[in-house]
């Protein structure tokens, strides 16, 4: 039973145009989101976050859009660098549980073409 | 300030034998977190402390699985016996119990058991 999902394993996106990656969760009871990027043999890289009491978060070239009604939340990145290359993973928790466990997707890698 | 540091980075082990990873969070994170990542899938999350304290354990902690935060500092994961099924990424994360949700990730230990 997957509670967070991300259900396109890869993207290819042009550099200088947006990437949009997408995230869907079934428990009702998350109220924090979290976007990690992972290159090969490294640990994930924290990139932005959002509360549930907010439905957008900008960072920079990044931006966090949080539907609660459809449980769907998704990543923007503008404009798509060669350097974003990498495994984007997509994180909730459940404040209220105290032990603040991330529950991941099974992410998403991204490709940018120069 | 460094970040979370994971020694070793990669461990061959035969099936059978012990084997046992450290991590250390950033110094004033009070919260250490252990998960396991495989191929293809997220990081799962396996058991996290506070201070010196294993508050929670998932039932992926089966009973070969150990471990420790002597000091409430530095953490240790032990695997005894281990099995092929025991190959992963393990990952450490670590964050102050108060203020942001954000985990912090170290690079991981590789673990390949032949």
């Known amino acids: 039973d997957q509670q967070v999902k991300q259900n396109s394993p890869s993207l290819s996106v042009q550099e200088g145009r947006i990437s949009i990656l997408n995230c869907d969760y079934t428990n009702s009871m998350f109220d924090y989101f979290l976007w990690y990027k992972k290159y090969p043999a490294e640990g994930p890289t924290f990139l932005i976050s959002i509360s549930s009491i907010k439905d957008k978060n900008e960072d920079g070239r990044f931006t966090v859009f949080l539907n609660k009604s459809a449980k769907h939340l998704s990543l923007h990145i503008v404009p798509s660098q060669p350097g974003d290359s990498a495994v984007y993973f997509c994180a909730a928790l459940y404040s209220g549980a105290g032990s603040y466990q991330l529950t991941f997707g099974k992410g998403t890698k991204l490709s940018v073409i120069p | 300030d460094t970040g979370v540091s994971q020694d070793p980075r990669h461990k061959i082990t035969k099936r059978g034998q012990n084997v046992t990873f450290r991590c250390d969070p950033i110094?004033?994170?009070?919260?250490l977190y252990w998960y396991r990542q495989t191929l293809g899938q997220g990081p799962e999350f396996l058991t996290y402390?506070?201070?010196?304290?294993?508050?929670?354990k998932s039932r992926l902690l089966s009973d070969r699985f150990s471990a420790e935060r002597p000091k409430g500092s530095f953490s240790t994961l032990e695997i005894q016996r281990t099995e092929q099924g025991d190959s992963a990424m393990y990952l450490c994360?670590?964050?102050?119990?108060?203020?942001?949700?954000?985990?912090?990730f170290g690079p991981g230990t590789r673990l390949l058991v032949l």
């Open positions: 994360a670590s964050k102050y119990s108060r203020g942001q949700e954000t985990q912090y």
């Open positions: 402390f506070q201070n010196e304290a294993q508050l929670e």
């Open positions: 110094s004033e994170h009070n919260r």
